[in-house]
């Protein structure tokens, strides 16, 4: 079982940054690969990022050059660094694990993930 908790939404305008993080449990998480996705009011919950065991990351082209997914082994944590926020960019991220760790096609699906975290909240103003 792995528990993922998500932390570091807010509010910001147009323009700003923020950085979530995304704390597992799990004594093997540098073996998983990690995602963030959104979802925003009405629509349907969607890729944004993914890190592979490896290091290696995927993007949404909505967000290439504007984020950037990182992660710490050894806190067990996966970061999403968002800058030049848009208010597109409006939803609730979520932090999902798949504990194989290499991607695939369905690491850009949620089928293609484990576990999920309670998301949360990032809302950017115009």
């Known amino acids: 079982q792995v528990q993922l908790v998500e932390s570091g939404g807010g509010l910001v305008q147009a323009g700003g940054s923020l950085r979530l993080s995304c704390a597992a449990s799990?004594?093997?998480?540098?073996?998983?690969?990690m995602g963030w996705f959104r979802q925003a009011p009405g629509k349907e919950r969607a890729f944004v990022a993914a890190?592979?065991?490896?290091?290696?990351?995927r993007y949404a082209d909505s967000v290439k050059g504007r984020f950037t997914i990182s992660k710490d082994n050894a806190k067990n944590t996966v970061y999403l660094q968002m800058n030049s926020l848009k208010p597109e960019d409006t939803a609730v991220y979520y932090c999902?694990?798949?504990?194989?760790?290499?991607?695939?096609?369905?690491?850009?699906?949620?089928?293609?993930?484990?576990?999920w975290g309670q998301g949360t909240q990032v809302t950017v103003s115009s």
């Open positions: 890190i592979s065991s490896s290091g290696s990351t």
């Open positions: 999902a694990a798949n504990l194989r760790g290499y991607f695939s096609s369905s690491s850009y699906y949620t089928n293609g993930y484990n576990y």
């Open positions: 799990g004594r093997t998480f540098s073996t998983y690969v």
